[in-house]
């Protein structure tokens, strides 16, 4: 959405749904959703990119429209799915010919393939959260100030912000626990030693620097918004920064993924290139809070307005991933740690890899997700 009025009314609305202390107030939702997560891990551990969907928008649904019925989050989840696949591919600059030769925009339909999926898309994404707004509407716009639309768009870009990007963060943790067994061990070391035989919550954050230092390195190691969120300039004139010009109305497109590669940055004691969660717990300054040096949510006055959510959900369901699991490579297969989808969201392309409850614990979970379930029905 370009800068302007209605971003800043949609921007101001959802800010005082998400500051530090509303995100805190959502740990009990959070931690329920996570203890569910892990149980559909031990039943389809293949299936983790489809479970982290699930529990990641379910959080979602929950806060933005009240949702708590797993099948019927389920489902939503699934339909919403397939859209954003098709809105956030289109949404890398330079997927359709128009986005590199603007004066073709002005070609008739029948020669604009894009103008077809384009409306298609926004279409279907308008019923389907027109529908989803419903019921949360009167209460909601009062408070707000919002019109319909602008509600239904608001929780849309929400629903939508947050889950995926959260899913192929979690993805890319798998893929780099099973590539860097290592830093696995390190973790589950760090987990027994502080939380012996109980899982880890958001309050063992500070005990738990390794394990937070994973999160911060999976964020840094692959970006899951690679090439950033792309900004217009909205200038009427040229600027000027650092000597380059930008021309009024230019696209700019933020190399995310060239940044977190910085060797200067990142690299002085371990090569950027690795996953290394020590280049973290080894500063002299230490881990630092989840945002220091982390360039994962963008910046400036667009900065991810859900970071203080979304590092909770992170750090519970990384911090449970290893504690109740061991995550390996499978035998004679490697992963090709570069192998990522092109969009908007980057994910990890599908790999195999073995995802196994640590000896004892497989009954646990099955315990702690049946109070869990109950737990969410009744949030
Ligand atoms: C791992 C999780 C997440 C990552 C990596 C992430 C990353 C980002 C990035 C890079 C941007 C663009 C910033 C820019 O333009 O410079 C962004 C924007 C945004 N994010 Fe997130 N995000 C995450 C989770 C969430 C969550 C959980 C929510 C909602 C609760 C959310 C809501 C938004 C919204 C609404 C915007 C648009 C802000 C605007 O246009 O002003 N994000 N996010």
């Known amino acids: 959405m370009p800068y302007g009025e209605t971003w800043r009314r949609q921007r101001s609305a959802f800010q005082r749904d998400m500051t530090p202390q509303k995100a805190t107030s959502y740990v009990p939702l959070i931690n329920a959703s996570c203890k569910v997560l892990m149980h559909a891990l031990l039943r389809s551990p293949e299936q983790f990119e489809e479970n982290f969907y699930k529990y990641s928008g379910g959080i979602m649904l929950k806060i933005c429209y009240g949702l708590s019925d797993e099948r019927e989050c389920d489902n939503v989840v699934k339909d919403l799915t397939k859209i954003w696949e098709a809105s956030l591919a289109a949404a890398v600059p330079g997927t359709n010919l128009v986005d590199l030769v603007p004066s073709l925009d002005y070609l008739p339909d029948f020669l604009s393939p894009w103008r077809k999926d384009a409306v298609r898309v926004r279409d279907e994404t308008r019923r389907i959260f027109t529908d989803l707004v419903q019921h949360v509407r009167e209460k909601n716009k009062e408070k707000l100030r919002l019109d319909d639309l602008d509600l ?94 930008i021309p009024a109305g230019a696209l700019v497109i933020v190399n995310q993924y060239g940044m977190a590669m910085n060797q200067t940055m990142y690299g002085q004691k371990y090569n950027a290139e690795i996953f290394e969660p020590r280049r973290w717990t080894d500063r002299p300054e230490g881990v630092g809070d989840m945002f220091e040096a982390n360039q994962g949510f963008g910046f400036g006055r667009r900065i991810c307005p859900g970071r203080h959510l979304a590092v909770k959900t992170l750090f519970i369901a990384v911090a449970n991933l290893c504690y109740w699991f061991d995550i390996r490579p499978r035998k004679g297969y490697s992963i090709d740690v570069h192998k990522f989808t092109s969009a908007l969201v980057v994910h990890p392309e599908p790999f195999k890899c073995y995802i196994m409850p640590r000896t004892g614990r497989a009954a646990h979970i099955e315990k702690e997700a049946e109070a869990a379930s109950e737990l969410l029905s009744n949030l």
């Open 152 to 245: 239904a768009f608001l929780t849309a870009s929400v629903f939508e912000a947050g889950t995926d990007t959260t899913t192929a963060t979690l993805s890319t943790f798998i893929m780099a626990a099973a590539s860097y067994p290592s830093a696995l061990v390190a973790a589950q070391a760090e987990i027994d030693r502080v939380c012996g035989d109980r899982p880890p919550t958001i309050d063992d954050v500070e005990s738990l620097p390794f394990v937070k230092a994973m999160v911060k390195e999976t964020m840094r190691w692959r970006p899951v918004v690679a090439g950033g969120v792309p900004h217009q300039a909205t200038t009427t004139e040229d600027d000027y920064y650092n000597g380059m010009r």
